[in-house]
Nanobody, 126 residues
Framework: QAQLVESGGGLVQAGGSLRLSCTASERTFSKSAMGWFRQHPGKEREFVSVINRSGSNTYYADFVKGRFTISRDNAKNTVYLQMNSLKPEDTAVYYC???????????????????WGQGTQVTVSS
């Protein structure tokens, strides 16, 4: 079974930055579009960003456009989420996910993903 390992979460003040990382096995990563989702307590998991298999295409939820940047390093089997200008409402558990579908473009829907990381907590204080 594929394993996705996230890191980089933590506590930061509003306006600050964090960079999340998610590393997968080469077998999984090379075949996958990679997405980031987040989940607030008591709410459904919501889409944050996705990058396609080649890294040539990215897409963001409106509420993070201009603040977050997704990227991938295929040599390191790692996807990143650079989060700048963080707001208290960004506080959530953040999950990375791998979509191994043939198209390779990823999805904004959680059910489109095959494997998930364990999640990393991001807390933004006001």
């Amino acid at each position: 079974q594929a394993q996705l390992v996230e890191s980089g979460g933590g506590l930061v003040q509003a306006g600050g930055s964090l960079r999340l990382s998610c590393t997968a096995s080469e077998r999984t990563f090379s075949k996958s579009a990679m997405g980031w989702f987040r989940q607030h307590p008591g709410k459904e998991r919501e889409f944050v960003s996705v990058i396609n298999r080649s890294g040539s295409n990215t897409y963001y939820a409106d509420f993070v456009k201009g603040r977050f940047t997704i990227s991938r390093d295929n040599a390191k089997n790692t996807v990143y989420l650079q989060m700048n200008s963080l707001k208290p409402e960004d506080t959530a558990v953040y999950y990375c996910a791998a979509d191994m579908g043939e198209v390779g473009e990823g999805s904004t829907l959680a059910l489109g993903y095959d494997y998930w990381g364990q999640g990393t907590q991001v807390t933004v204080s006001s």
